[in-house]
């Protein structure tokens, strides 16, 4: 009963931290999940990979191993990663990166799947959890996927956003470059990068596509605006390095 109550507030703290508007989902999707009996982090493992279950209660059960924070994941999210059911590879390759693992084998697995998935929605996952892995070997894979224009513009643009987590300026002139490509997933998320790492050195190209720029990204905007708060961030940055002094650099305009 004691691993049965600590396994319960493990999940009830995982829906506290969620934002407001998700939290009543995750409480029916834990729901379903302890309806099948079960009652302990060991149990939820041995779901992922049984396939005499629901698709739905794995899919439930590998969003949340990574989140009770306990390392004991690794080997089931691994073995989920080469699922025949595409939703179950994503679903453990997000996770494999949320465990913050520092391990040759989890990032050669989703190195592995970022490069080589047939399924792009299972790519982005293991081009997002290539962000997460504080790995500058991850930001070589990521610079090969977002320049790699036979990928699909929702995978590239995912890379940017990856190389953005990793905060590699190695990565600066291939993200000024992409902010030319013809998709505009990529220009944004490659602006958006740009704006993250905060070298000045992006200033002028993002100045061009804030000037010409007109393509909008549902649900994120402007490109031109992401252009616009990827330059006032980078020229906020030099005045703190320059002690709070004026630049000779102007603010862009808010759009």
């Not at 506290?16 to 029916?28: G, V, W």
């Not at 970022?114 to 996952?125: E, I």
């Not at 890379?159 to 190695?170: H, K, N, P, T, V």
């Not at 006032?232 to 650099?249: C, F, M, S």
Request: a negative charge; charged letters at 25%.
């Amino acid at each position: 009963m004691v691993i049965e109550s600590e396994f319960r507030n493990k999940l009830n703290a995982i829906v506290e931290t969620m934002p407001a508007p998700y939290r009543e989902q995750l409480k029916r999707e834990i729901d379903i999940l302890l309806t099948t009996g079960m009652k302990s982090y060991a149990e939820m493992l041995a779901t992922i990979n049984n396939h005499l279950v629901s698709d739905e209660i794995r899919k439930i059960a590998t969003w949340l191993a990574p989140k009770i924070g306990d390392s004991r994941g690794t080997d089931a999210l691994l073995l989920a990663s080469n699922d025949g059911n595409a939703e179950i590879r994503r679903y453990a390759l997000q996770a494999l990166g949320e465990l913050y693992i520092q391990s040759s084998q989890i990032f050669q697995t989703i190195t592995n799947a970022a490069d080589g998935d047939s399924n792009p929605d299972v790519r982005k996952a293991a081009v997002y959890s290539l962000g997460l892995m504080g790995n500058m070997g991850a930001s070589k894979v990521l610079t090969k996927t977002l320049i790699n224009k036979e990928e699909v513009p929702e995978v590239r643009g995912m890379a940017a956003e990856a190389i953005a987590s990793l905060r590699d300026i190695s990565a600066i002139p291939i993200l000024i470059e992409a902010l030319s490509d013809q998709m505009p997933d990529v220009r944004f998320w490659s602006a958006y990068a740009l704006r993250c790492i905060g070298d000045e050195s992006a200033l002028e190209a993002l100045d061009k596509i804030l000037k010409t720029d007109d393509a909008e990204i549902p649900s994120w905007g402007s490109i031109r605006a992401e252009a616009g708060a990827a330059i006032n961030a980078i020229l906020k940055r030099g005045q703190l390095q320059n002690g709070g002094h004026n630049t000779d650099l102007k603010e862009a305009p808010n759009n």
